[in-house]
């Protein structure tokens, strides 16, 4: 069985993330045994969506100015609407996602998450997927767009939607144990 | 004063509209004299927001499938984060505001109303603006981007934010007003 332990993921999201897509990674990645942190823009909690409508709320860890990319192993961007297009506005949060590609550390980002991968300009010839409505930005950021469930490009790991998180998730551990052994070695 | 007797405009929304960039320009084109029409996805009434919170609904006049680009003067794309993003999906859609563009037709964006050019691929070397977390969205379409409150080029005005309405409602009358004069002359 795959364990992760010693392994510390970031997730990174604000208002209006999708539900499922911070909290089923969050469990998945929990169960095989990493440590999880909500990295976002301000104390307190942050308010999480399904298809538009409210949900529940999640308390933030830490802030994103206040962390670095060395206490991390890999980085989760979650989906959501409001959620992607608040952090790509922020300079500490776009440096972050920066910090994970920079290392060449294990980046998974699902749905609208994608978003943040173009503000950090690191898709130039990475194949990718995406929600489908963000498709031409991340073709004009210079990806390769495919239409599959989970995507896998060397540290990158992205999907379309919550219907995909199985995989998503699956892969996720993958890359993290890789990355893992690759230190080992 | 300005009229745009005989001029219709057709504003292109669905659910997660922001409410002021919808009913703004709505009411300073009508004022001005103009007929103004709301084309949509679906039939009944779309949900408009403001700052991410559901206010009031506007009822749909024509679906977008089943009007022409002749049947319109100009065209307006008002923001909210939903609207654009579902409209962006919709090939019908796309089509729509591409044919104002190869009109040659007035068509008025704003805040996320712009990414629906990014998709009608109508920005190469088009001098824009827009909200700022879509910046690099339009960059990489091939824009121009300026952190002004209205810019005007050619065909094409675009404005940031609610708070830039007055000067886009007044600079939208005025292309319409002069597409007006072009057509007399």
Redesign the interface.
């Known amino acids: 069985m795959t364990t992760l332990s010693g392994k510390h993921i970031a997730f990174l999201a604000t208002?209006?993330v999708e539900e499922s897509e911070l909290s089923k990674p969050w469990e998945a990645l929990k169960e095989a045994g990493a440590k999880v942190t909500l990295v976002s823009l301000e104390k307190g909690e942050i308010q999480a969506e399904k298809d538009?409508e409210k949900t529940r709320t999640f308390p933030v860890d830490d802030l994103v100015g206040e962390v670095k990319v060395e206490d991390f192993d890999a980085l989760v961007l979650p989906g959501g609407?409001?959620n992607p297009?608040?952090l790509?506005?922020d300079k500490n949060a776009v440096a972050f996602v920066k910090g994970f590609f920079k290392a060449g550390k294990p980046v998974s980002a699902i749905c609208?998450g994608p978003?943040l991968l173009?503000?950090a300009?690191v898709l130039e010839g990475r194949k990718v997927t995406s929600y489908?409505?963000?498709r031409?930005?991340m073709l004009?950021?210079?990806a390769r767009w495919t239409d599959e469930a989970v995507v896998v490009d060397g540290n990158l790991v992205t999907s379309r939607c919550p219907d995909d998180l199985p995989a998503f998730c699956e892969k996720t551990i993958e890359q993290v144990a890789k990355a893992n052994q690759r230190k080992v070695a």
């Open positions: 208002d209006g538009n609407l409001q297009d608040t790509r506005s609208h978003w173009a503000e300009d489908k409505s963000i031409t930005d004009n950021a210079g």
